[in-house]
């Protein structure tokens, strides 16, 4: 099955600076890698997503990178603002296929004024 | 909201009960997924669906949990002989084998067991 580590579990910036969130995942099968961010008592919705043919992606303030060779895969967000607060966790496939996700034990981002 | 349903969202009950949770998903997914998330973790996979076939089901599952989908649109999940440790929260997702593997959660149903 896959394992997949988060970290760091909590993380606290300043407005405007930027934020990284690392996970790294064990099964070399595994092709898609979506982030879920998780506002308080809010359901998990997905971010941004990346599969393992490209090694980047970027959507506005959100940027996601892949390293296959590693089993590693982060997420950064630049010009943090006080709407990026809530946990976001990383997931990759279960036996390799997209339909079934382990999840991270997740970040909780906090970004202060 | 055409988005994933799920009912009730709140259940407390006491040990030894059975309780059922029900999911709605979007009208056009054929997958849908039960997941238990607990405090400070991320979510937890349980089981399955595509269509009314339930594909899998967690090891780390008991068999006091059962899920349904009948007619392969709502499911029903049910606890049978509830313990202090099943209190979480259960969420459902679902998505679609043509979608790129997306999932849309359901705002859960957190359940208490005193």
């Known amino acids: 099955g896959e394992n997949v580590e988060q970290h760091p579990s909590t993380l606290s910036v300043q407005e405007g600076d930027s934020a990284v969130i690392k996970c790294t995942y064990s099964d070399s099968a595994s092709n898609y890698f979506p982030w879920y961010k998780q506002e308080l008592g809010k359901r998990p919705q997905l971010i941004i997503d990346?599969?393992?043919?490209?090694g980047e992606k970027k959507d506005q303030r959100i940027a996601v990178t892949l390293n296959k060779t590693a089993k590693h895969f982060s997420l950064h967000i630049t010009e943090t603002q006080p709407e990026d607060s809530a946990v976001y966790f990383c997931?990759?496939?279960?036996?390799?296929?997209?339909?079934?996700?382990?999840f991270g034990t997740g970040t909780r981002l906090q970004v202060t004024l | 909201d055409t988005g994933v349903s799920q009912d009730p969202r709140h259940k407390i009950t006491k040990r030894g009960q059975n309780v059922t949770f029900r999911c709605d998903p979007i009208?056009?997914?054929?997958?849908l997924y039960w997941y238990r998330q607990t405090l400070g973790q991320g979510p937890e996979f349980l089981t399955y669906f595509q269509n009314e076939a339930q594909l899998e089901k967690s090891r780390l599952l008991s068999d006091r949990f059962s899920a349904e989908r009948p007619k392969g649109s709502f499911s029903t999940l049910e606890i049978q002989r509830t313990e202090q440790g099943d209190s979480a929260m259960y969420l459902c997702a679902s998505g679609t084998t043509a979608n790129t593997g997306e999932l849309f959660f359901g705002e859960g149903s957190r359940l208490t067991v005193l």
């Open positions: 009208s056009e997914h054929n997958r």
């Open positions: 997931a990759a496939p279960r036996g390799g296929t997209a339909s079934k996700l382990t």
């Open positions: 990346i599969r393992s043919n490209v």
